[in-house]
Protein backbone atom coordinates (compact mmCIF):
# COMPACT_ATOMS: atom_id res chain seq x y z
CA UNK A 1 0.00 0.00 0.00
CA UNK A 2 1.03 4.01 -0.61
CA UNK A 3 0.55 6.36 1.44
CA UNK A 4 0.31 9.35 -0.25
CA UNK A 5 -0.07 12.87 0.37
CA UNK A 6 -2.47 14.76 -1.47
CA UNK A 7 0.07 16.30 -2.82
CA UNK A 8 0.89 12.33 -2.74
CA UNK A 9 2.97 10.73 -1.07
CA UNK A 10 2.97 7.94 0.61
CA UNK A 11 3.30 4.34 0.25
CA UNK A 12 1.76 1.85 2.01
CA UNK A 13 -0.34 -2.13 1.55
CA UNK A 14 -1.72 -4.12 -0.90
CA UNK A 15 -4.12 -6.98 -0.36
CA UNK A 16 -5.95 -5.78 2.65
CA UNK A 17 -9.40 -7.86 1.51
CA UNK A 18 -11.27 -5.78 3.98
CA UNK A 19 -9.53 -5.94 6.81
CA UNK A 20 -7.74 -1.83 7.89
CA UNK A 21 -7.36 -2.57 11.72
CA UNK A 22 -3.53 -1.90 10.79
CA UNK A 23 -4.59 1.46 10.27
CA UNK A 24 -5.35 1.96 14.17
CA UNK A 25 -1.65 0.24 15.35
CA UNK A 26 0.31 3.54 15.51
CA UNK A 27 1.66 3.51 11.94
CA UNK A 28 0.16 6.19 10.22
CA UNK A 29 -0.17 9.29 13.77
CA UNK A 30 2.60 11.15 12.21
CA UNK A 31 0.39 11.80 9.09
CA UNK A 32 -2.55 14.37 9.10
CA UNK A 33 -5.12 12.13 7.29
CA UNK A 34 -6.79 15.38 5.75
CA UNK A 35 -3.11 16.06 4.01
CA UNK A 36 -2.64 12.20 3.66
CA UNK A 37 -3.54 9.65 0.87
CA UNK A 38 -3.12 5.74 0.34
CA UNK A 39 -2.48 4.02 -2.46
CA UNK A 40 -3.79 0.20 -2.29
CA UNK A 41 -2.12 -2.20 -4.84
CA UNK A 42 -5.00 -4.15 -5.29
CA UNK A 43 -7.97 -6.58 -3.46
CA UNK A 44 -8.42 -3.52 -1.18
CA UNK A 45 -12.03 -5.60 -0.33
CA UNK A 46 -13.98 -2.34 -0.61
CA UNK A 47 -16.24 -4.10 -3.58
CA UNK A 48 -16.05 -7.42 -2.66
CA UNK A 49 -19.32 -8.33 -0.97
CA UNK A 50 -21.19 -6.48 -3.19
CA UNK A 51 -24.18 -5.85 -0.35
CA UNK A 52 -24.52 -3.62 2.79
CA UNK A 53 -21.28 -5.29 3.96
CA UNK A 54 -18.90 -3.37 2.18
CA UNK A 55 -21.34 -0.47 2.55
CA UNK A 56 -20.33 -0.37 6.08
CA UNK A 57 -16.65 -0.94 5.58
CA UNK A 58 -16.83 2.23 3.25
CA UNK A 59 -17.92 4.15 6.14
CA UNK A 60 -15.88 3.04 8.87
CA UNK A 61 -12.64 3.41 7.11
CA UNK A 62 -13.97 7.21 5.80
CA UNK A 63 -14.52 7.92 9.28
CA UNK A 64 -10.64 7.74 9.50
CA UNK A 65 -10.18 10.94 7.38
CA UNK A 66 -7.45 9.31 4.94
CA UNK A 67 -8.04 9.44 1.24
CA UNK A 68 -7.65 6.47 -0.43
CA UNK A 69 -6.77 5.80 -4.39
CA UNK A 70 -7.09 1.94 -5.02
CA UNK A 71 -5.44 0.01 -8.15
CA UNK A 72 -8.08 -2.93 -8.87
CA UNK A 73 -7.17 -6.30 -7.90
CA UNK A 74 -8.73 -9.82 -8.44
CA UNK A 75 -11.07 -10.53 -5.77
CA UNK A 76 -12.78 -6.58 -6.05
CA UNK A 77 -15.69 -6.03 -8.79
CA UNK A 78 -14.57 -3.27 -11.39
CA UNK A 79 -15.81 0.52 -9.96
CA UNK A 80 -17.81 0.82 -13.05
CA UNK A 81 -19.73 -2.16 -12.56
CA UNK A 82 -20.67 -0.44 -8.82
CA UNK A 83 -23.72 1.30 -8.63
CA UNK A 84 -23.74 5.36 -8.25
CA UNK A 85 -19.61 4.99 -9.14
CA UNK A 86 -18.81 7.93 -11.25
CA UNK A 87 -15.77 9.04 -13.16
CA UNK A 88 -13.79 12.38 -12.35
CA UNK A 89 -10.82 14.18 -13.02
CA UNK A 90 -8.61 14.28 -10.10
CA UNK A 91 -6.18 16.84 -9.60
CA UNK A 92 -4.25 15.10 -7.09
CA UNK A 93 -3.17 12.65 -9.47
CA UNK A 94 -3.38 14.49 -12.57
CA UNK A 95 -5.91 11.93 -14.26
CA UNK A 96 -9.36 10.00 -14.37
CA UNK A 97 -10.80 8.14 -11.24
CA UNK A 98 -13.76 6.77 -10.06
CA UNK A 99 -15.81 7.61 -7.19
CA UNK A 100 -19.33 7.17 -5.52
CA UNK A 101 -20.45 10.60 -4.10
CA UNK A 102 -21.41 8.92 -0.59
CA UNK A 103 -17.71 7.95 0.17
CA UNK A 104 -15.35 10.45 -1.44
CA UNK A 105 -12.02 9.98 0.02
CA UNK A 106 -12.43 6.57 -1.73
CA UNK A 107 -11.11 6.27 -5.04
CA UNK A 108 -10.53 3.97 -7.54
CA UNK A 109 -7.79 4.18 -10.66
CA UNK A 110 -8.47 3.11 -14.43
CA UNK A 111 -7.40 -0.05 -14.72
CA UNK A 112 -4.68 1.42 -17.19
CA UNK A 113 -3.54 4.81 -17.01
CA UNK A 114 -1.18 7.64 -16.52
CA UNK A 115 -1.04 9.39 -13.76
CA UNK A 116 0.99 12.37 -12.33
CA UNK A 117 1.47 11.95 -7.99
CA UNK A 118 3.34 14.52 -6.51
CA UNK A 119 5.48 15.26 -9.52
CA UNK A 120 6.02 11.71 -10.39
CA UNK A 121 5.11 10.34 -13.26
CA UNK A 122 2.80 7.29 -12.67
CA UNK A 123 1.73 4.09 -14.53
CA UNK A 124 -1.30 1.56 -13.33
CA UNK A 125 -2.09 -1.44 -14.71
CA UNK A 126 -4.87 -3.21 -12.45
CA UNK A 127 -6.18 -6.86 -12.93
CA UNK A 128 -5.14 -10.46 -12.02
CA UNK A 129 -6.45 -14.11 -12.14
CA UNK A 130 -8.04 -15.49 -9.20
CA UNK A 131 -5.77 -18.89 -8.33
CA UNK A 132 -8.92 -20.01 -6.31
CA UNK A 133 -10.90 -19.32 -8.54
CA UNK A 134 -12.10 -23.02 -8.97
CA UNK A 135 -12.52 -23.91 -5.46
CA UNK A 136 -14.97 -20.34 -5.06
CA UNK A 137 -17.01 -21.62 -7.60
CA UNK A 138 -16.96 -24.89 -6.10
CA UNK A 139 -17.98 -23.86 -3.05
CA UNK A 140 -21.02 -22.10 -4.29
CA UNK A 141 -21.71 -25.30 -6.09
CA UNK A 142 -21.41 -24.22 -9.72
CA UNK A 143 -19.85 -26.46 -11.83
CA UNK A 144 -19.33 -25.01 -15.10
CA UNK A 145 -20.43 -21.58 -17.19
CA UNK A 146 -23.74 -23.18 -18.36
CA UNK A 147 -25.15 -22.33 -14.24
CA UNK A 148 -26.31 -18.97 -14.73
CA UNK A 149 -24.69 -18.31 -11.49
CA UNK A 150 -21.32 -18.48 -12.63
CA UNK A 151 -21.28 -14.80 -13.77
CA UNK A 152 -22.56 -13.37 -10.48
CA UNK A 153 -20.21 -12.53 -8.34
CA UNK A 154 -22.55 -11.97 -5.69
CA UNK A 155 -22.96 -15.80 -5.16
CA UNK A 156 -19.51 -17.20 -5.78
CA UNK A 157 -17.39 -14.34 -5.05
CA UNK A 158 -15.52 -14.90 -8.18
CA UNK A 159 -15.05 -11.81 -10.78
CA UNK A 160 -15.40 -12.89 -14.22
CA UNK A 161 -13.72 -9.80 -15.95
CA UNK A 162 -11.04 -9.65 -13.25
CA UNK A 163 -8.33 -9.66 -15.64
CA UNK A 164 -7.94 -7.13 -18.50
CA UNK A 165 -9.38 -8.34 -21.96
CA UNK A 166 -7.24 -8.94 -25.02
CA UNK A 167 -8.27 -5.66 -26.40
CA UNK A 168 -8.10 -3.47 -23.15
CA UNK A 169 -4.49 -5.21 -23.35
CA UNK A 170 -3.72 -3.57 -26.57
CA UNK A 171 -4.97 -0.53 -25.42
CA UNK A 172 -3.09 -0.19 -22.59
CA UNK A 173 0.18 -1.00 -24.51
CA UNK A 174 -0.70 1.74 -26.96
CA UNK A 175 -1.63 4.03 -24.46
CA UNK A 176 1.76 3.97 -22.08
CA UNK A 177 4.44 2.46 -24.37
CA UNK A 178 7.30 4.23 -25.01
CA UNK A 179 7.26 6.23 -22.03
CA UNK A 180 9.41 6.37 -18.68
CA UNK A 181 7.58 6.61 -15.73
CA UNK A 182 8.47 7.02 -12.13
CA UNK A 183 6.67 4.55 -10.63
CA UNK A 184 4.37 1.40 -12.26
CA UNK A 185 1.71 0.61 -10.23
CA UNK A 186 -0.17 -3.09 -10.69
CA UNK A 187 -1.40 -5.81 -8.88
CA UNK A 188 -0.08 -8.92 -10.53
CA UNK A 189 4.01 -8.83 -12.18
CA UNK A 190 5.63 -9.67 -15.58
CA UNK A 191 5.71 -13.92 -15.41
CA UNK A 192 9.63 -13.61 -14.81
CA UNK A 193 9.03 -11.82 -12.05
CA UNK A 194 6.45 -14.01 -10.45
CA UNK A 195 8.25 -14.95 -6.90
CA UNK A 196 7.25 -18.47 -7.28
CA UNK A 197 8.39 -19.35 -3.79
CA UNK A 198 5.50 -17.75 -2.14
CA UNK A 199 3.35 -20.41 -4.49
CA UNK A 200 0.50 -21.58 -2.45
CA UNK A 201 1.28 -25.70 -2.64
CA UNK A 202 -2.31 -26.80 -2.49
CA UNK A 203 -2.62 -25.17 -5.80
CA UNK A 204 -2.22 -26.93 -9.55
CA UNK A 205 0.18 -24.33 -11.33
CA UNK A 206 -0.91 -26.11 -14.51
CA UNK A 207 -4.25 -24.67 -13.96
CA UNK A 208 -3.36 -21.00 -13.14
CA UNK A 209 -4.00 -18.12 -16.02
CA UNK A 210 -0.93 -16.62 -16.56
CA UNK A 211 -2.53 -14.72 -19.60
CA UNK A 212 -1.61 -11.45 -17.78
CA UNK A 213 1.63 -12.14 -16.04
CA UNK A 214 2.85 -13.44 -19.53
CA UNK A 215 1.39 -10.08 -21.36
CA UNK A 216 3.04 -8.06 -18.27
CA UNK A 217 6.54 -9.74 -19.73
CA UNK A 218 6.43 -8.02 -22.84
CA UNK A 219 4.61 -4.60 -21.64
CA UNK A 220 7.81 -4.03 -19.81
CA UNK A 221 10.11 -4.02 -22.63
CA UNK A 222 7.80 -1.64 -24.07
CA UNK A 223 8.33 1.03 -21.14
CA UNK A 224 11.01 2.10 -18.77
CA UNK A 225 10.57 2.63 -15.09
CA UNK A 226 12.45 3.87 -11.96
CA UNK A 227 10.30 1.76 -9.91
CA UNK A 228 7.71 -1.07 -10.55
CA UNK A 229 5.54 -1.79 -7.16
CA UNK A 230 3.20 -4.63 -6.93
CA UNK A 231 1.06 -6.74 -4.09
CA UNK A 232 -1.36 -10.03 -5.02
CA UNK A 233 1.41 -12.48 -3.69
CA UNK A 234 0.84 -11.30 0.34
CA UNK A 235 4.66 -10.41 1.18
CA UNK A 236 6.78 -7.39 1.57
CA UNK A 237 9.91 -7.53 0.02
CA UNK A 238 12.83 -6.59 -2.92
CA UNK A 239 12.19 -8.96 -5.68
CA UNK A 240 15.21 -6.90 -7.96
CA UNK A 241 16.49 -3.95 -8.79
CA UNK A 242 13.90 -1.38 -8.66
CA UNK A 243 10.97 -3.72 -8.70
CA UNK A 244 9.39 -4.22 -5.02
CA UNK A 245 6.69 -6.24 -4.02
CA UNK A 246 3.98 -4.85 -1.04
CA UNK A 247 1.59 -5.96 1.44
CA UNK A 248 1.92 -5.03 4.89
CA UNK A 249 4.64 -2.57 4.60
CA UNK A 250 3.89 1.86 5.11
CA UNK A 251 6.54 3.92 2.79
CA UNK A 252 6.43 7.24 1.51
CA UNK A 253 6.88 7.62 -2.13
CA UNK A 254 9.60 9.88 -2.06
CA UNK A 255 11.35 7.22 0.24
CA UNK A 256 10.98 4.28 -2.07
CA UNK A 257 12.47 7.00 -5.19
CA UNK A 258 15.34 8.04 -3.74
CA UNK A 259 16.45 4.35 -2.37
CA UNK A 260 16.41 3.38 -5.78
CA UNK A 261 17.97 6.33 -6.75
CA UNK A 262 21.27 6.21 -4.26
CA UNK A 263 21.58 2.62 -5.76
CA UNK A 264 21.98 3.92 -8.69
CA UNK A 265 24.28 6.27 -7.95
CA UNK A 266 26.55 3.86 -5.50
CA UNK A 267 25.44 0.75 -5.80
CA UNK A 268 24.49 0.39 -2.33
CA UNK A 269 21.12 -0.49 -1.11
CA UNK A 270 19.68 0.82 2.44
Known amino acids: MILCRTRIGLYAVSDTHGTFTWMDNGCLDKYIPEETAIIILGDSGFNFWLNKKDTRLKKEVSAKGFTFYCVRGNHEARPQDIDNMESMYDENVQGIIYLEKEFPLIRYFLDYGGYTINGYKCAVVGGAYSVDKYYRLARAGIINETDPRYYNPKISHWFYNEQLSAEEMYEAVEFLRNKHYD ?38 DSISFHVWCFGHFHADRLERPHVEQYFNNIEELQVIWDRWDKYDKTGKLD
Open 183 to 220: FIFTHTCPIDWEPTDLFLGAIDQSSVDKTMEIWFNKFK
